[in-house]
């Protein structure tokens, strides 16, 4: 962090009523580190936040000039400063007007500062000078590990919370108090009238858990699923062949689980490939999410299309023929309905179009190198991404014959994440340029040349030309045999 923005404010705020407030304290008192403040003021927040700024060198910026919130950042993003103002004419009050007991206490920036002790690990002492405020009992609660609401009014007040208290379970591990998910439950049909925006912050998160199956559990226990995602709630009872062993809602779980366990140790099944697949994985994307994350999303819809093409054959097999490319345009609608981003929009809709086809290729291992080829430039840009896909789906596969399928897959499945991850590094230049051979050729630019140039670039990733006399020679046979014609 550069600078401390708290100490500043302490010193800024020491004459005034001003708070530490929400989940920064309550990520103190777990010793949690947190770069995020949220801070009441009774003072006017834009003076506050401008004169924070100015100290710490940082732009302000108001969040929201209905409700009077600024929000101040640090010039590289390490920390950032939300200011609100006192919503009651008390703290009390204020604190009062919260979702959760354990996000109702306030720290008086007036008095000292909270430091490690006590019970939890950094939290039940302050220096001289100021005292916990917490009329809930969400102390006691963050000891007992229990997620409990404010008041019984907390969710109609805003329904987003019903979808905040499963995040919440899953990021901090704590259990929700009955009566709290009684709540919960009935108000999260309600879901429906909240800004997409808001949603789908809530589920990234959700999603990037480490517990994220967890959050998942009580997304579905409390009717949050069906109203957010209503698409993945279908999924549950829809049953498969003898091929799978969980019905497709179970195995999406299983699938997610895999994905999340080579997310985060993957040298059992990856070899010498893990560590340049994790590099990968934590590369941003889009969205504020990193590929793996974005993987975990792919995971969670690659299914998603299978209770609309569903159907049993004339010998009583369940086929779900065309699942992946139905499957890739309601990714894409799912996460536009969400507001998700263009380019996670097309990568998920990717990871889940091509999630079957190296299954497909297993029976015709050992792979040619022009199979290779076209497994590659097919599944550009997921071609690793959706490698690991398949590796998830088929571990969470585990139906007839699973064991001597799924060592198949994996064999296959490593020798194309190699290749993947070459072919990411940098593709081969072009033994020749498309307007040499045009030249030579004497053809003229459009798909006829295109067809060649990708031919070309097949069989040089082959090892079947390598010069620009035997690139030509090979274009020339395939003009005279009448297979230039781009179709």
């Not at 006691?140 to 997620?147: K, M, N, S, T």
């Not at 995602?229 to 497709?248: D, N, T």
């Not at 536009?336 to 380019?343: K, P, T, V, Y």
């Not at 090892?463 to 014609?485: D, H, I, K, N, Y």
Request: aromatic residues 4%; hydrophobic residues 45%; negative net charge.
């Amino acid at each position: 962090m550069t600078g401390d923005p708290i100490g500043v404010l302490r010193r800024l705020l020491s004459g005034a009523d001003a708070w530490l407030v929400g989940g920064s304290v309550r990520d103190r008192l777990l010793g949690r580190p947190t770069v995020d403040f949220d801070v009441v003021v009774a003072a006017d927040t834009a003076t506050t936040a401008r004169d924070l700024a100015r100290r710490m060198s940082s732009p302000a910026f108001p969040l929201s000039e209905a409700f009077g919130a600024w929000r101040v950042i640090a010039r590289d993003r390490s920390w950032q400063v939300d200011f609100a103002p006192l919503g009651g004419a008390t703290i009390e009050s204020d604190l009062a007007k919260r979702d959760f007991t354990i996000n109702a206490i306030a720290e008086p920036l007036a008095g000292g500062e909270l430091v490690a002790g006590g019970e939890l690990v950094a939290g039940g002492e302050l220096v001289a000078g100021g005292e916990l405020v917490d009329p809930f009992g969400g102390r006691v609660d963050l000891e007992a590990r229990r997620l409990r609401m404010v008041s019984p009014g907390a969710f109609t007040t805003d329904p987003l919370r019903t979808m905040r208290l499963p995040r919440l379970a899953a990021e901090l591990e704590l259990e929700v108090e009955s009566g709290t998910a009684d709540a919960a439950r009935s108000c999260a049909p309600a879901l429906t009238g909240v800004a997409a925006e808001r949603v789908f912050a809530e589920l990234k998160r959700i999603v990037s858990s480490d517990r994220a199956l967890r959050g998942f559990e009580l997304m579905l226990e409390l009717g949050v699923t069906r109203a957010v995602l209503p698409e993945l709630a279908e999924l549950r009872g829809v049953e498969q062949s003898a091929y799978h062993h969980l019905a497709v809602y179970d195995h999406t779980m299983a699938a997610l689980a895999e994905t999340i366990s080579l997310e985060r140790s993957g040298e059992a099944i990856l070899g010498e490939h893990a560590q340049a697949a994790a590099a990968l994985l934590a590369e941003p994307l889009a969205d504020e999410l990193t590929r793996g994350q974005a993987l975990r999303f792919g995971a969670l819809f690659h299914d998603l299309a299978k209770p609309r093409t569903r159907t049993v054959n004339a010998e009583g097999r369940v086929l779900f023929p065309g699942h992946d490319l139905v499957g890739a345009e309601l990714a894409r609608e799912v996460l536009g309905r969400l507001r998700a981003s263009e380019r996670l929009r097309a990568h998920v809709a990717a990871l889940t179009r091509h999630h079957l086809r190296l299954g497909f290729l297993v029976h015709e291992a050992p792979l040619t190198r022009r199979a290779v080829y076209r497994y590659l430039r097919t599944c550009e840009p997921v071609e690793v991404d959706v490698t690991l896909l398949s590796i998830a789906d088929r571990l969470a596969t585990r139906g007839a014959r699973s064991d001597e399928a799924i060592a198949r897959h994996l064999v296959l499945a490593r020798e194309l994440i190699g290749e993947g991850l070459r072919w990411r590094a940098g593709r081969p230049a072009p033994i020749l340029r498309g307007d040499e051979l045009a030249r030579r050729l004497r053809i003229r630019p459009g798909p006829e040349l295109g067809f060649l140039l990708l031919e070309l670039e097949e069989a040089a990733f082959a090892g079947e030309v390598s010069t620009p006399a035997e690139a030509v020679a090979l274009a020339r046979e395939l003009v005279g045999r009448g297979q230039a014609g781009g179709g």
